[in-house]
């Protein structure tokens, strides 16, 4: 038919429009986004768009599908005529797929879980120390930091129990006052989500496929044909959710690249942002291999440009007062919900107590949100915390722990059925 | 400094019939006449370039870095790049008012004043780009270490910006000095010739009260030598510095340990491209011909292709160890820079940068002035994608593939750009009008064995001798 979606230089996700006809009703300019996965000649169109009226006018997107909506059928047929045009659409992610790194999101079916060790399904990068492989985990370049007393905080995240519900990311906003930037800064890869939820197509039929796709590839030319279909999600694609968020690592490439000594390590494992010490170089995003930054490229508070949940009384009434509202021009990211947790210390200090078990878990706002309990956030000096089962877990493991960033958010293999 | 001795054979460095009154006439001549319509119209463009610029800056100081093109993933763009072009482009100046002194290369005379004077304008275009890419360009002076309010909070030694931060500033002033300190014969010179009160109180001032006394050249040649040895680790460790931001840095593609030869060696390639470009318009321009003549462009190609074989050399060392180690995250960032959405700045810069320069093999190409100024900017250009490739495609897909994006600039990020080249010409242009060009009182200590005049007069005086000893 002629459909697609294509990025422009900048980016931005762009679709083609369709019409689509049920029983003689018409819905006309009806934007098109292909699904990898989803089943061929059919289409799915979502009721609740296309409002006339909104909070914001920003706010009223879609198409109403009520129109065509009759004798309360869910599954009708449908005639699709393309349209001339192209919409514009607000897409977070651009790249689709894993590109086979399967350190990335680690994956083991229940038989290889259940068969096999953890060395071979929870694979821990490995280098060549005095010519023996040791853990990379293992090797270090500075002395340790003791962590042992006081609070030591780590957050674990199942991606079993993961369903990209994203409950997380609004609460995370919600909680730091975290600015809405709109359709047009989305479009050029601004977002200011300090949590995300990445999520990747396989592009062969598994995710294991692409891997060992990946490792096959042998000579340059195969190498760049193999890379660049890889780019393409498999039309029955496994699927996987990843919330990112910054990993607080203890040696964090971002800190040390920081020339005003804006961002510094806790003593309780958290990387601090000083916002009112930062410049905005931005060579601290840069240097993060997660790429978990956001910088503040306008002032989106009391900005007419930017009205949506910042800029009349109203929206501001709903901002947490515990938390700063950032200023233009300076780094931002996820703080562990500090003032979360300061507030439960202090709670427990004037009530003359140490702190629960769970009341760290409950405070910060992403795993207090997560209703699978996926993300659990805990003190890991703390025995009685469910974190520090879960850390010594052997499906545990770090993003990208081969860079030597000794992170404080650990993740669980995801093992799936087949 | 002159040695006592030349052989006939070599080539002379300053043509023509040149005596030491023309050398005054021929370098004073721009700055005691009046403009002509060329100046008038390079300056005005010049002008309206800068002037846009400015408009673009306080665009972004006002509304923010979000009127560039930069995003979540692509931090530095065309800011960083552009800082990093500037600053290589300086270090020509260095290497041939230091370097060249101290390996007594008399041919650096007739070219280092105004080598130098680029170098001291590009740095001071760099230099705008540290300040402004910053998000909160107002606090700039937070990353100078001075006591403050606030503790007193000392500055982050950990990092290479601000080890740039001490890198830029020391070339620069060291230039300034050593600049200066060149200049001072030269505007007692112009002084002594001028004729209106303003005139000869200007160049007064800016002279120092030189007096030409033998002890006053005596301490010339003395602080030049002290000058050059600082400036001269200088040119290889400015460089050094600002290959540092990428080098110590944990993206594949920036994190490699041949970044400081490389972009030294790359440094100096596009700084020789750029006094050949301005050297080659301006000694047609100002009648200089005589001074800045074929052998000084040629030699200076010799050293564009030398360098341009280093630079041609590292790159392919980057793809042999990018393939060697192993690393496959190294692999694909190398890959996706000849493969990926932005090949074609790839290609750019492997075809400017190490196609061109070899065509210089050829006596021909590289004595010819016309092809001399199209490889400069065909050199300058390449040099500018070098840097936009380093920088972006390493950023745009590093480790994670959910933060792959997209670049594309804006206009600001082009005005801004544009700007800085405005601000140079500005500055280089009215330079041309007010300095020496050249440093005549050092062209003038080497006529006695360079010049084409004296060159003459010694064969003469050879020959009339030689055959007054075979008649004997």
Known sequence: MGLENWNVANGGLNGSYVSVTVNGKKLEKVPVIVQPGQAKGTAGLALGYGRSEGFKKDMVVGVNAYSLYTNFNSFQTAKLTKEAGEHEFACVQLQKTLMGRGDIVKEATLKEYREQDAAHWNEMPQVSYDHKEVPAASIDLWESFDRTTGHHFNLSIDLNACTGCGACVIACHAENNVPVVGKSEIRRSRDMHWLRIDRYYSSESTFAGDVDKKDAASGLMNSIETFNAMEDPSDNPQIVFQPVMCQHCNHAPCETVCPVAATSHGRQGQNHMAYNRCVGTRYCANNCPYKVRRFNWFLYNKNSDFDFNMNDDMGRMVLNPDVVVRSRGVMEKCSFCIQATQSVILQAKRDGRIVGKDEFNDACACSAACSSGAMVFGDVNNTEDPIVRLKENERAYHLLDHIGTKPNVFYHVKVRNT | MSSHYEAPIRKPLIIGNKNYHDVTVDVARPVEGRANKQWWIAFTIALIAFLWGVACVAYTVGTGIGTWGSNKTVGWAWDITNFVWWVGIGHAGTLISAVLLLFRQKWRMAINRSAEAMTIFSVIQAAMFPVFHMGR????????????????????????????????????????????????????????????????????????????????????????????????????????????????????????????????????????????????????????????????????????????????????????????????????????????????????????????????????????????????????????????????????????????????????????????????????????????????????????????????????????????????
Not at chain 2, 172 to 187: H, R
Not at chain 2, 298 to 327: D, H, K, P, R
Not at chain 2, 445 to 456: A, F
């Open chain 2, 137 to 472: 360009p107002w606090l700039a002076y937070w990353v100078m270490p001075i006591p403050n309010q606030f503790g007193s909070l000392w500055v982050n030694f950990n990092s290479p910006l601000l080890w740039d931060v001490f890198a830029i500033s020391t070339y620069l002033s060291v230039s300034l000095v050593f600049w200066w300190t060149g200049l001072l014969p030269d505007f007692a010179m112009l002084r002594d010739r001028a004729v209106t009160p303003f005139t000869k109180r200007v160049y007064s001032i800016l002279s120092f009260g030189w007096s030409g006394r033998a002890k006053d050249w005596q301490r010339f040649e003395e602080v030049s030598l002290v000058l050059a040895g600082l400036a001269t680790p200088l040119v290889l460790s400015v460089h050094t510095i600002v290959s540092f931001d990428f080098a110590t840095s944990v993206i594949p593609g920036w994190h490699t340990t041949i970044l400081p030869p490389y972009f030294v060696a790359g440094a100096i390639f596009s700084g020789f491209a750029m006094v050949n470009t301005l050297l080659i318009i301006m000694r047609k321009v100002s009648n200089l011909e005589a001074y800045i003549t074929v052998q000084h462009i040629e030699l200076m190609n010799i050293i564009i292709m030398i360098t341009g074989s280093i630079v041609g050399c590292a790159y392919i060392t980057e793809l042999f160890v990018a393939w060697y180690s192993g690393v496959e995250y190294e692999q694909y960032a190398f890959l996706n820079r000849a493969t990926g959405p932005y090949w074609w700045s790839y290609l750019l810069m492997m075809t400017c940068n190490v196609v061109s320069p070899q065509v210089m093999w050829f006596k021909k190409i590289r004595t010819s002035i016309a092809a001399s100024f199209i490889i400069s900017l065909v050199v300058n250009v390449g040099m500018w994608f070098e840097r936009f490739v380093i920088i972006v495609t390493s950023l745009h897909r590093d480790y994670l593939p959910s933060s792959w994006t997209m670049f594309q600039p804006t206009f600001v990020d082009a005005g801004f750009f544009i700007g800085t080249i405005g601000f140079f010409f500005v500055l280089f242009l009215l330079y041309s009008r007010s300095f020496p060009v050249i440093a005549q009182a050092e062209v003038k200590s080497i006529m006695k064995t360079s010049s084409e005049t004296y060159k003459k007069l010694h064969a003469a005086h050879d020959n009339h001798s030689h055959s007054e000893h075979n008649h004997h």
